[in-house]
């Protein structure tokens, strides 16, 4: 027995609507302005010097269903670092150290992710730095997955991570007595979804559909323009 033509396209719709809209993971594009790069190493035993890399750019590929379908790729500009000196930053620049005129840029690309739980994962990839390459773990926290509050309101993504490398591993082992080798590396990330890239169980809501429209999204306030004033006809 046939059925009839629109009952059997109801039914594949049907079927289709059944399948998880989450089963691909999404893309993200790391947001420079609030993704942040900071290391702490021995100061010659008295402190821990400080300093941060701003602007850090990539793509976060990650489904929060599954953790171990992510993907990362991070380009982080070393001439960016900042300790808080001018004179500071340029020795730590120079040749014996960074060498940031023949290595202005380290990168970081994931190899493989052991999730822990619904929040956390360890993301284990290759950091190259200085020219070096070394397999680095990074101890990965997300901290939210939802949509921004403040325009344009896309899909972000937001981790916490933490991790440990030897400096003399990546050929960085000029002043000895007065560096440490240890180096702790804490990165702030914020990431937002690529346009027309699906997302898990994403819906679009009100705020998206007002911003892509052009109009402004409900519950954000807007600036009062003062009424034009009414004149007087002119005889």
């Known amino acids: 027995m046939r059925l009839p033509r629109q009952l059997f396209l109801s039914s594949i719709l049907l079927l289709g609507m059944g399948a998880p809209a989450?089963?691909?993971?999404?893309?993200?594009?790391?947001?420079?302005?609030?993704?942040?790069?900071?290391?702490?190493?021995?100061?010659?035993g008295f402190s821990k010097a400080i300093g941060t890399v701003s602007g850090s750019t990539?793509?976060?590929?990650?489904?929060?269903?599954?953790?171990?379908?992510?993907?990362?790729?991070?380009?982080?500009?070393?001439?960016?670092?900042?300790?808080?000196?001018?004179?500071?930053?340029?020795?730590?620049?120079a040749r014996n150290l960074l060498d940031v005129e023949r290595h202005p840029v380290a990168t970081f690309v994931s190899t493989r992710i052991e999730p822990?739980?619904?929040?956390?994962?360890?993301?284990?990839?290759?950091?190259?730095?200085?020219?070096?390459t070394r397999?680095?773990?990074?101890?990965?926290?997300?901290?939210?997955?939802?949509?921004?509050?403040?325009?344009?309101?896309?899909?972000?993504?937001?981790?916490s991570a933490t991790a440990a490398l030897s400096r003399a591993g990546f050929g960085i082992d000029a002043w000895k007595s007065v560096i440490g080798d240890a180096v702790e590396?804490?990165?702030?990330?914020?990431?937002?979804?690529s346009r027309g890239d699906a997302d898990a169980g994403d819906e679009p809501d009100a705020a998206d559909n007002a911003s892509d429209a052009g109009l402004p999204a409900p519950d954000v306030p807007v600036e009062d323009t003062p009424a034009t004033p009414q004149t007087e006809p002119t005889p």
């Open 185 to 193: 590396l804490r990165l702030e990330v914020e990431a937002t979804r």
């Open 135 to 159: 397999e680095v773990a990074l101890q990965v926290v997300r901290n939210g997955l939802k949509r921004h509050p403040l325009p344009p309101f896309r899909r972000t993504v937001g981790f």
């Open 22 to 44: 989450w089963a691909a993971p999404a893309q993200y594009a790391l947001d420079p302005v609030h993704t942040r790069v900071q290391f702490a190493i021995d100061h010659a």
């Open 58 to 93: 990539g793509t976060i590929v990650f489904d929060p269903d599954d953790w171990s379908t992510a993907r990362v790729e991070v380009s982080i500009p070393i001439a960016r670092v900042d300790l808080g000196d001018a004179e500071w930053n340029r020795a730590t620049l």
């Open 116 to 132: 822990l739980d619904p929040q956390r994962a360890i993301v284990h990839g290759n950091l190259t730095l200085r020219g070096e």
